[in-house]
């Protein structure tokens, strides 16, 4: 059974500082990667995707992947308090569209002003 | 860019009752529909896929018979809830492939309480 573990938190942060979130998963054979922000009540909304090794930078977030250790990251810069949310990763195993997507569990990240 | 639209947003039913929620994508073809099922301080949990033009997919676990799903058209696919119990209250979300190759559109989400 696929599996995305990531550390439920919450995590606190002070404002302007880096938040760190990471997720393992199960699968090897998993191609693409997720990291989704969902507030309260809310459904997720996409952050950021990834797919090969190495990093990605968009804006003040940056995913890392490393497919050896088959785990995943995602560094908000300069948090802000409206950075405040529950980050669920994703993971989904073959190249196309055809399959859903495995979430972990998320992470509360608290940014203190 | 794309939407999908979901609706009600939210749905208080009585227990015994059965609830229909309509995911539409607004701007692109969806051939496909993933129906997601959360919790409180859960992760979403994948429960069936939809395709259009063929029979629903479910995930172990998921009694088909009790979440009946169709998918009329490269537009809709719903999600009717039926003889609903207490236990299937939950936050229900629906997500379509595209209309990039890799991304996904998720709906609004539905809060369904039954009492």
């Known amino acids: 059974q696929k599996e995305v573990e990531q550390n439920s938190g919450p995590l606190s942060v002070p404002e302007g500082a880096i938040a760190s979130l990471n997720c393992t998963y199960s699968d090897r054979g998993s191609q693409s990667f997720f990291w989704y922000r969902q507030y309260s009540g809310k459904s997720p909304e996409l952050i950021m995707s990834?797919?090969?090794?190495g990093d990605k930078e968009d804006g003040r977030f940056t995913a890392q992947l490393n497919k050896a250790s088959q785990y995943v990251s995602l560094l908000i810069r300069d948090s802000q308090p409206s950075d405040s949310a529950t980050y669920l990763c994703?993971?989904?195993?073959?190249?196309?569209?055809?399959?859903?997507?495995?979430f972990g569990k998320g992470t509360h990240l608290i940014i203190q002003p | 860019g794309a939407v999908v639209s979901q609706h009600p947003s939210r749905v208080i039913c009585k227990s015994g009752t059965s609830v229909k929620i309509e995911c539409r994508s607004l701007d692109f073809q969806a051939t496909t529909m993933f129906w997601y099922r959360q919790f409180p301080k859960q992760s979403l949990m994948l429960m069936a896929t939809s395709n259009e033009g063929s029979k629903a997919t479910y995930e172990q676990g998921v009694e088909k018979d009790k979440f009946l799903i169709n998918h009329a058209s490269l537009t809709l696919s719903t999600l009717t809830v039926t003889s609903a119990h207490p236990e299937d209250s939950s936050f229900y979300i629906c997500?379509?492939?595209?209309?990039?190759?890799?991304?996904?559109?998720f709906g609004s989400g539905t809060r369904l309480t039954v009492v």
């Open positions: 997500s379509a492939p595209g209309p990039s190759n890799y991304g996904y559109t």
């Open positions: 990834i797919y090969s090794n």
């Open positions: 994703a993971v989904r195993d073959s190249g196309g569209g055809a399959d859903g997507l495995t």
